[in-house]
């Protein structure tokens, strides 16, 4: 089955960047997508093909994949960046369909 | 505006039914394809069913197949799951999911507030 693996925390100081990991032996050959979400709400989607943004999102926030492993960075850490992040891609070759990793919490320090 | 509002969570007891709903506004329905996800009280995102934006293609996690059933009318602009068979482990927050395209799951740009359904005696 497809596991996507997310590291369960990370703490960056304001003013730093975070960079957050997306785990699996097939990810190359995946489109993967990032959401954001804070407290109490629903998620946000923050990255989508990889590394594009959508319209709202800031330029601070960035995604790329090498190998196994697709990347979300944030930039110029900001307090209000402070939530969980999910990765997720769409196996259509499977029954799984649509797979999320387990998320990581960004703490802003 | 994109709008998705849920209804229709709330308790239940375990083998109960629960029917949730999601009126969509603010975008051309039968254009995109819609999904359910959930999310049990302090957990991550769980992928829970998907249809097309013709209605034509379900597809269902493991965990609920025989026992959900995802359904639209684009007339009316609503989807809806129905919950057959409740579990305490389906306790979660239930957030209607809009994808990008009609029939491809790449991506959700939008999801609604969520509504919660809670299984318990």
């Known amino acids: 089955s497809y596991v996507l693996t997310q590291p369960p925390s990370v703490s960056v100081a304001p003013g730093q960047t975070a960079r957050m990991t997306c785990g699996e032996n097939?990810?190359?050959?995946?489109?993967v997508q990032w959401y954001q979400q804070k407290p109490g709400q629903a998620p946000v989607l923050v990255i989508y093909?990889?590394?594009d943004r959508p319209s709202g999102i800031p330029e601070r926030f960035s995604g790329s994949k090498s190998g196994n492993t697709a990347t979300l960075t944030i930039s110029k850490i900001e307090a209000g960046d402070a939530a969980d992040y999910y990765c997720q891609v769409w196996d259509s070759s499977t029954d799984q369909h649509v797979i999320f990793g387990g998320g990581t919490k960004l703490t802003v320090l | 505006e994109v709008q998705l509002v849920e209804s229709g969570g709330g308790l239940v007891q375990p083998g109960g039914s629960l029917r949730l709903s999601c009126s969509a506004s603010?975008?051309?329905?039968?254009?995109?394809?819609m999904s359910w996800v959930r999310q049990a009280p302090g957990k991550g995102l769980e992928w829970v069913s998907s249809l097309s934006g013709g209605g034509i293609r379900t597809f269902y996690a493991d965990s609920v197949k025989g026992r959900f059933t995802i359904s639209r009318d684009n007339s009316k602009n609503t989807l809806s799951l129905q919950m057959n068979s409740l579990r305490a482990n389906d306790t979660a927050v239930y957030y209607c999911a809009k994808h990008d395209s009609s029939s491809y799951y790449y991506v959700v740009d939008f999801w609604g507030p969520g509504t919660l359904v809670t299984v318990s005696s």
């Open positions: 097939n990810i190359g050959s995946k489109s």
């Open positions: 093909y990889d590394n």
């Open positions: 603010g975008f051309s329905f039968s254009s995109y394809a």
